[in-house]
């Protein structure tokens, strides 16, 4: 099936950094979104990205639909210990279903 | 309270055992979705339904029944618990606009001894 390759599979960086992770699918998408799992929680929707090339924000986060409409990226500004948990991407390859990346895990030393 | 919830939020069954997931939504969405979560495998569909009495297999569905008389309930069974499908479950809805994403239970983690 549709497949999403989402990278990095797992970060650690230092409390204060930034943080880039991507996701790449075989398929054009219309329409791009990332979430976001905090620990023993569901996912909940940061960004939703519905035209290529457009650049979204929500706070310190960052997404952008890649040009090519087989991309997307994340960025995480200033990154704070609640920034910790896991972050997917998702897209829908056709119909309404929506296919997810296998998830970026991000902690943060504080 | 609004919202959709799944219950029970953690199980534990033996091998061989049938299990019931519940999920109850409170928006009137048309679509529901369950998705298991396994470490390396991000979020695979297992079943869908796009309204009341009609769902749909998604890419893991053996072992798996789903039901869907009432637009705002989507239990999940598994018929006979293997080890296989210890996992976290969760259920999702949306409605028509699905674009705008779906929204996730809080999740049921299973285990199965």
């Known amino acids: 099936g549709q497949q999403l390759n989402q990278s990095p599979q797992s970060m650690f960086i230092q409390e204060g950094e930034d943080v880039s992770m991507n996701c790449t699918s075989s398929?054009?998408?219309?329409?791009w979104l990332w979430y976001k799992q905090d620990p023993g929680e569901g996912p909940v929707l940061l960004i939703a990205?519905?035209?290529?090339?457009e650049l979204t924000s929500n706070g310190r986060l960052t997404a952008q639909f890649g040009i090519t409409r087989k991309d997307s990226f994340l960025n995480i500004s200033a990154s704070i210990p609640s920034d910790v948990g896991i972050y997917f991407c998702?897209?829908?390859?056709?119909?309404?279903?929506?296919?997810f990346g296998a998830g970026t895990i991000l902690r943060v030393k504080s | 309270d609004a919202g959709i919830t799944q219950s029970p939020r953690y199980k534990i069954t033996e091998t061989g055992r049938q299990v019931t997931l519940m999920c109850h939504q409170t928006?009137?969405?048309?679509?529901m979705f369950w998705y298991r979560q396994d470490l390396g495998h991000g979020l695979r569909l297992i079943y869908y339904?796009?309204?009341?009495?009609?769902?749909d297999k998604g890419e893991v569905p053996d072992g798996y029944v789903v039901s869907r008389s009432k637009t705002e309930n989507f239990p999940l069974t598994l018929e006979s618990a293997t080890r296989s499908q210890t996992s976290v479950y969760f259920c999702?809805?949306?409605?028509?606009?699905?674009?705008?994403?779906?929204?996730f239970g809080s999740g049921t983690r299973l285990t199965v001894v």
């Open positions: 999702a809805s949306s409605d028509l606009q699905w674009a705008y994403g779906y929204t």
């Open positions: 398929s054009i998408f219309n329409t």
């Open positions: 990205l519905y035209k290529a090339g």
């Open positions: 339904s796009a309204a009341a009495d009609i769902t």
């Open positions: 928006w009137s969405h048309s679509y």
């Open positions: 998702a897209g829908p390859p056709s119909g309404n279903k929506l296919v």
